[in-house]
């Protein structure tokens, strides 16, 4: 099984920030990588397909970047709605899986 | 609109069977490709099972192969999994996800709610 690294765990930030999570691949996953945002008691929902594609609807502060085994999820300028686990997932290889998440949080 | 809504989660003895079903709305059933993904405090996301739009084509993850089985009724718009042979680590809320293609999955591009499905005596 592929094995998706999240980092940070969690972050603590401020409205206004740049976010920056990284999801590392142990094995190369070319560029089958999704970002999903999850807030607690929802379903997660898709925010960036293929590494690097805006899901239709998504503001454009959020972005992914990567290929191979590297990838990294940003968001510009953070809103007080973006409160929330974010999880990266690879799909080159069944079984698919998810990265551990990284949970942000307000100062 | 994409509307996805499972039911048929609930308290279950160890050994025990379930039948989920998640009844779709708001896009062409046929043309998607259909996932159930679980989602527990501890181990976070799982992915558990994927059916192609055309229903021929299903897989597993290794932890529930030969108890679970995923199958659709495209006349009814409605996915299934039936959980057979459950354990305490089958709890977890199972939330069905439709992929934008029809025969691969892996990008889940619209969610059900989740049920709650709890393996304990």
Known sequence: D????????????SVGDRVTITCQA??????????????????PNLLIYDASNLETGVPSRFSGSGSG????????????????????QQYNNLP???GQGTRLEIK | EVQLVESGGGLVQPGGSLRLTCV????RFRSSAMSWVRQTPGKGLEWVSSISGSGDLTHYADSVKGRFTISRDTSKNTLYLQMNSLRASDTAVYYCAKDP??????????WGLG????VSS
């Open chain 2, 101 to 110: 293609r029809s025969s691969s999955w892996g990008v889940f591009d619209g």
């Open chain 2, 115 to 118: 049920t709650l499905v709890t």
């Open chain 2, 24 to 27: 779709a709305s708001g896009f």
């Open chain 1, 96 to 98: 698919i899986t998810f």
């Open chain 1, 69 to 88: 085994t590297d990838f990294t999820f940003t968001i510009s300028s953070l809103q007080p709605e973006d409160i929330a686990t974010y999880y990266c």
């Open chain 1, 2 to 13: 592929i094995r998706m690294t999240q980092s940070p765990s969690s972050l603590s930030t």
């Open chain 1, 26 to 43: 142990s094995q190369d996953i070319r560029n089958y990588l999704n970002w999903y945002q999850q807030k607690p008691g929802k379903a």
